[in-house]
């Protein structure tokens, strides 16, 4: 209940429009005074009597007016309510008046009453028409009892009188008192917003001269000029910039990067700042000197708009980018080396994540030997080329490899055809794309395994002939020294009553005659130049009975031919020289 009637009570809030907010105010203050006031008179005009009933009855038309006014006030015809009841309240008072028959009834202070309301609502013109209006009424009224053509008044003092008199003494204070407090407000809002000023100004200032500050700090160069193309700002950086332009050589970066005239860079210079001063932006390049004194600028010219958006200038900022230029020029350089070391290496390599496997980088070698496309490998992981039971051991080589550089071993990967292969893996740490990778350097060693498979089952077929023969076979080299002995060549050294000879021992010992070494020795001698022959040689065995060998000498050759040792064969020829 008291929600509803504070929400009736309320005057109407226009957000958009505060003076029609405050008149919305003042009016709906009014009207409530009036309400309650004319409610009041026409008690008093009832209760004290000695008023015509046109009297009471205009009163109660014009209290029916005051709350159509107020309906419409709420609707927001806020123009056309202060109209209607200024006018309707002239018109009410002016009847009354001729009703009563004379001027000097209480209801002619009405007129001062709507003057202060039509100055609160419309001001100066307001006042002007409410004064000229009151004043007007008043004259034809004293013309009109003064002809005798108003009825006889009725000059009995009744309590309607007092009634009247009091209700609008209270609706002239309450509205005098609702313009001071509207001046108040008026004058705290104009402090208020006086204040907001100040401190606004204080900011601005504040914040220009923090700019300053910046404009002459930075190394940023910046520039700005009128529509006439003067000067208008130069920050230091800016002047030592133009005073290194008049003792250097200026290039201007374009298709083509020759030396310019000082003539043609002011030209360019003049154009790019037309551009600005049309609306548009525009980039220009240039190059200060040349070998390693050069110095690189990017600049920029946009146009300079007002709060309006109003072109008033243009700007031109410009920054030093030669330590940009020679890192761009840095990656280059290291992106090429990267190519001929990884993308162009003749090795099979790839970068691989560490936590998925996955493949995040192939070079060229590997896609060929290994037969995949770059985005199928791309699209796989180490699993994909390792067998399935290698997998845990490879997780566990990476878990055990060193931060940097890592030999992984032995490994069987499996190509895109099927095919296996036998490779060698070097690992090392290489992070890649911010993620932890591994770079794997492959050897494909399939071919040299197979040749060592050969090499020890050609050794293997070898030693099983050299030791399937009853003959001694033993070959030593240039010093001497036993390079390999079969079974039977150490049997028939037994038998002799030589003692064993094991392998890189001289096969001349102390432990023979020293004329049948000498004889040894000189056989050796040459086969080591490269004679092949047969000689025989006697030996007694430690019964003293004498044994008699038959010795075929060949020299051994390397790959180039030369003579590295000596191929003996032995044969036990005893018993046939003594059945002979």
Known sequence: MKSSLRRWLAAPVFPADERKTRRAELLNTALLVLIGAWAVII???????????????????????????????????????????????????????????????????????????????????????????????????????????????????????WVTSTALIILSAILLNDSLLSVRQALRRAAAELAGRQQAEAALRESETRLRQVLESTPE?????????????????????????????????????????????????????????SGDRFNL?????????????????????????????????????????????????????????????????????????AFLAVNAAAIQHYGYSQSEFLAMTVRDVLLPEAVPAWRRVLGEAAPRHFQAGLWRHRRRDGSLIDVEVTTS?????????????VTDVTEHQRVEAALRESEARLRQVLESVSEGIFAVDGQYRLLIGNTSFHKLRAAAGLPPLAAGASALGADGPADLNTAWRAAYDRALR???????????????????????????????????????????????????
């Open 530 to 580: 490269g004679e092949s022959f047969a000689q025989e040689f006697r030996s007694a065995g430690p019964d003293g009975a004498v044994a008699i060998f038959e010795n075929s000498f060949t020299p051994l050759r390397d790959a180039a031919g030369a003579g590295i040792g000596a191929l003996v064969v032995t044969h036990d020829v005893t018993t046939r020289r003594s059945g002979g």
């Open 221 to 277: 160069i910046v520039l700005t000029v009128d529509h006439n193309h003067q000067v208008t700002m130069a920050n230091p950086a800016c002047v030592q910039a133009q005073a290194a332009a008049r003792e250097k050589t200026v290039i201007l970066e374009g298709p083509e990067q020759v030396s310019h005239t000082r003539e043609a860079v002011a030209e360019a210079w003049h154009r790019a700042f037309a551009w600005a001063l």
């Open 43 to 161: 008690v008093g005009e009832i209760v004290g009597g000695h008023l015509p009933p046109l009297i009471v009855q205009l009163n109660g038309v014009l209290l029916v007016l005051f709350f159509g006014l107020r309906a419409g006030l709420r609707r927001g015809a806020v123009m056309p309510v202060g109209i209607t009841l200024l006018a309707g309240a002239y018109a009410v008072s002016t009847l009354s008046l001729a009703i009563i028959g004379t001027v000097r009834a209480p209801t002619a202070g009405a007129y001062i009453v709507l003057v202060l309301l039509a100055g609160i609502l419309f001001e100066k013109r307001g006042l002007l028409a409410a004064c000229g209006l009151g004043s007007l009424a008043l004259l034809g009224l004293i013309v009109a009892e003064a002809a005798g053509w108003l009825p006889t008044p009725d000059y009995t003092v009744t309590v309607a009188q």
């Open 285 to 357: 390049a240039a190059r200060l000197g040349d070998g390693a004194a050069v110095q690189f600028f990017e600049t920029t010219f946009t146009p300079l708009r007002d709060s309006a958006g109003a072109i008033v200038g243009a700007l031109m900022m410009g920054r030093d980018v030669t330590a940009r230029r020679g890192a761009e020029q840095a990656l280059r350089d290291s992106e090429r080396y990267y190519r001929l070391l990884f993308e162009d290496n003749p090795q099979p390599m790839f970068v691989f994540d560490l936590d998925s496997l």
């Open 429 to 441: 740490e290489m992070p890649f794309a911010g993620r932890p990778a591994q770079l794997a350097v």
